[in-house]
């Protein structure tokens, strides 16, 4: 092939550049949604810059017969960065990408009609392929590194967003305050904590990965979720009374649940905004906490107020509790609690002893005879209501697991 009918043809394509260059981004809006879908202003700007650089290369790689290299698509990598940012998937750049040379190859096939130099666009076909191949190799490597970053880079961010709630901060920072819009929690909006936790921890870490994954997933755009201190971590905004948010987390829970990965998951009450996502944090550890291990989903507000004052764990309660009473306690424990037994029984009973016997499979005298000696031991009158329930609330501390009041 003549080196002057190649000239002529690549001086006729360069000639109608800007019309090709035109013409192949329209076709990247009409014919790839993500692009028209792309939120971005600029899209089209780096559009044009990235389609005119990549048809320059193959021009360039035509006109001194040579294989295009990694070398001559140095825009291509801040070009892939940009269409992670904009909303455009691997897959859409890389069709955007092949679109384009289908425009430059019909844009040469014209040029060598006009000039009657069909062995030019013959020769053209490979440089074109070479360039398809070569170009393509580099936008996915490119693209893929550039959304690892991302990815790590958004991670951070709603790391840092989350301990800035958790500790009662202001949002001082543009990238979080828009997170937390996006996320649909702005400063009065209505929402849960939740805390969940592995029963036992994982032993690959990709598990936890996964089910965080399964929890965003169920989230959807709603919310946020991070894994912090071995937990998973999630500030999720509601409506109501929170019952469709935590309808959405039982789901997520049976999901984990079938990856393999039994969580232990507490949720808050519904607080009025991002003022109360530190007490919230607090409540949801209390919900998680009163599951004792066992892999479930518990809202705090299914919990009985003892359940709650006792789940606090407050040290100056125990020292409250009367050296009889928890003496009676421990050493009942220490035997089985056969005692104890017969006194959760009583409560489940509404302090009828007849139908606590029943329950125990014991006789009557041998109930009374059970809850005379409580009273005896502990100084405590079981007909009393006042001293039932110091009783119930003792056992309830000192055991975590005793009977709650009628």
Known sequence: M????????LDRVDASMDQLVETSVARFFDQVPAYSASPDAALRTDVLLHTRAVFEVVL??????????????????????????QGVTLADFLRAFRIGQVTLWEGIVAASSELETWEVAVEAATYLMNAIEV??????????????LDLAERDRVRRDLVEDLLSGGELREETKRALAVECGLERATPLLVVVAEPVTPPTDQHQLRSALATVRTALGERGIAIIRQGQILAIVPSTGDGTAALAGLDRAHRQVSRLGVDLVVGASTLHAG?????????????????????????????????????????????????????????????????????????????????????????????????LDRIGERTGLDLRSFADLEEILVAVRLLTGNGPAPA
């Open 135 to 148: 170009g393509s190799s580099i936008a996915a490597a490119s693209y893929m590194s550039a959304q690892q």
């Open 274 to 370: 991002l003022a109360g996502v530190p007490e919230a944090f607090r409540e949801a550890n209390v919900a998680r906490e009163s599951l004792a291990g066992q892999a479930g989903i518990k809202a705090l507000s299914t919990l009985s107020l003892v359940d709650y004052l006792v789940l606090r764990d407050d040290a100056t309660a125990r020292r409250l509790i009367a050296p009889d009473l928890r003496r009676f306690i421990e050493e009942d424990l220490a035997r089985e609690g056969v005692f104890l037994e017969t006194l959760r029984a009583y409560v489940e009973s509404n302090m009828n002893a007849k139908i606590a016997a029943d329950r125990l499979h014991v006789h009557v005298n041998t109930a009374y005879y059970r």
């Open 2 to 9: 003549e080196s002057e009918s190649v000239e002529r043809v």
């Open 60 to 85: 360039t790689t035509l006109r001194e017969r040579r294989v295009p290299g990694p070398g001559d698509f140095t825009i291509t990598p801040e070009q892939a960065s940009h269409r992670v940012r």
